[in-house]
């Protein structure tokens, strides 16, 4: 069964930079879309990005369209969410979560999701 597992949050300041990675196991990443998803205290769970499995075409929220950009590599097993100019609002728990084939559009169609990685932005 496909395990996912989250890495590289942490602190960073206003208009930093953050890589996140998303390393799958258990399963191959060949036939599952993996959606970023965040939620920070007292919101809703929101839906970041997501790429799909076979063309890998990918779709962002628009809150972050232009300064987040996800890629996978599937001879790793991985899949990144490079965050750039980062903003307070989007401080968050981030998870990552799959989807057979292609990207829901809803996240209560996700599973396998990972434990999540804190990011805080902040001066």
């Known amino acids: 069964q496909l395990q996912l597992v989250e890495s590289g949050g942490g602190l960073v300041q206003p208009g930093g930079s953050l890589r996140l990675s998303c390393a799958a196991s258990?399963?191959?990443?060949?036939?599952?879309?993996i959606g970023w998803f965040r939620q920070a205290p007292g919101k809703e769970r929101e839906r970041v990005s997501c790429?799909?499995?076979?063309?890998?075409?990918?779709d962002y929220a628009d809150s972050v369209k232009g300064r987040f950009t996800v890629t996978k590599d599937k001879s790793k097993g991985m899949v990144y969410l490079q965050m750039d100019n980062l903003k307070p609002e989007d401080t968050a728990v981030y998870y990552c979560?799959?989807?057979?084939?292609?990207?829901?559009?809803?996240?209560?169609?996700?599973?396998?999701w990972g434990q999540g990685t804190q990011v805080t932005v902040s001066s």
């Open positions: 258990g399963s191959t990443l060949f036939y599952y879309a």
């Open positions: 790429i799909s499995s076979r063309d890998s075409s990918t």
């Open positions: 979560a799959a989807h057979f084939d292609y990207c829901s559009t809803y996240g209560r169609d996700f599973g396998n």
